[in-house]
């Protein structure tokens, strides 16, 4: 009765499916980095003014008076009128005037600060600089995912700088050089999937069908915003930087706003779709007797517990994200209609739910294909009970030796009385 239950752990025709397309998208995923690589030619500096940036450190800050402005003209703040002197990195010392006006920073002694230097040579103070503190934060995350993560978390740190590359050197320059930005997204995020996937879960069955999963979806969230942006009328213009991009590089900021809703969504795609595939191994190694109708509702459950959580977190990220256009909004008191239908509100409510569907999207899928690669069973075939003298961890020789007679081995209990 045993051999009712020797199936292979998983389908082999499924398996043969699953590199059948995966190896076609790789291939075609790394013709697509060659032919679309930049070779840069995109704008280096876009004022062409020739500035460069400089560190100093502030030695001295002197305070003056704030000039009198209009009435009803917003007022200085008065820790941001008068002089700075700075020592520009290389020993040169020079006094300059304190950034003034709305929204003014304040500096003091001993910060260190970015210069602008002009080709004229004149100094003049532009921020605070940043770059300590950014990499000791840097280091405590690296130092915490390692610790939690082990050997893990380093391949995870690994998959996260081949993202930023990619993003910084293919993404980026490529849509900078007109290429078209949808397929320069698609192509990035295709070699982000496949690279950061297999280098952070490893070369494994569950990894490759987070993979088809996360293919399938993000083909969907692209399918449906490409129609919803149509739909809606939206063509990516909402704010002045998009604005200055389609007047002076010509840019498709349609494209671009499709490109960024597909990499937006790959990011929370593998989140759901390794869960999903990892839920379902892991239910099929402690239960070996489930099916595929089994192990498909076991990890459904689970997806949906899992898909209410994210969804509340997408809303609550693009609201935290628009908060200061929400409180102008709020400030200005129009309906709730008119604003939700304006430009940039109606943009974010489209992103937001086509990547969602997408995201509901992926659950069933990458499911339903782990499923069919974990279940020892075939998916029209339920499990059956097995009786209680038979299990996977009784002994063969006991069952062969009950079928036959033999009386079963006494407990060790009765085993020491009968030696007494």
Known sequence: MGANHAHPPSSRRTVMAGVAILVPLAVIT????????????AAGDPAGSGVERVTGTVTAVTLKKCPAVPEGAPQSDPATCGNADVRVEGGEAVTLRLPSGPGAQRFAAGDDVI?????????????????TPLWLFGAAFALAVIAFGRWRGVTALVGLVITFVLLLRFVIPGILEGEPPLLVAIVGASAIMLLVLYLTHGFSLATSVAVLGTL???????????????FARLN?????????????????????????????????????????????????????????????RAAGRIG???????????????????????????????????????PVIAQEIVRSIVGTLGLIAAVPITTALAALTASRHHPEDPPEPLPAEESF??????????????PAERPARHRRRTRA
């Open 30 to 41: 790394l013709a697509g980095l060659l032919w679309l690589w930049p070779d840069g030619t």
């Open 393 to 406: 961890f009784t002994p063969h020789t006991d069952q062969h030796a009950h079928h036959h007679g033999a």
């Open 216 to 230: 399938a979806s993000l083909t969907l969230t692209g399918v449906l915003s490409y129609g919803a942006l149509g």
């Open 236 to 296: 990516g213009i909402t704010d002045d930087s998009a604005l200055a991009l389609d007047m002076s590089l010509k840019i498709d900021t349609q494209g671009l706003l499709l490109a960024s809703i597909i990499i937006g969504a790959l990011g929370v795609l593998d989140d759901v779709t390794v869960t999903q595939a990892v839920t379902v191994a892991e239910l099929a190694h402690a239960n070996p007797s489930y099916g595929f109708a089994r192990l498909y």
């Open 115 to 131: 210069l602008l230097r002009g080709a004229d040579g004149k100094y003049q103070i532009s921020d605070h600089d940043r770059s």
């Open 304 to 342: 949906r517990a899992h898909i209410a959580s994210v969804i509340n977190t997408i809303i609550l990220a693009y609201a935290g994200a628009s908060l200061p256009l929400l409180l102008l909004f709020s400030i200005g008191q129009q309906p709730l209609g008119d604003v939700l239908t304006t």
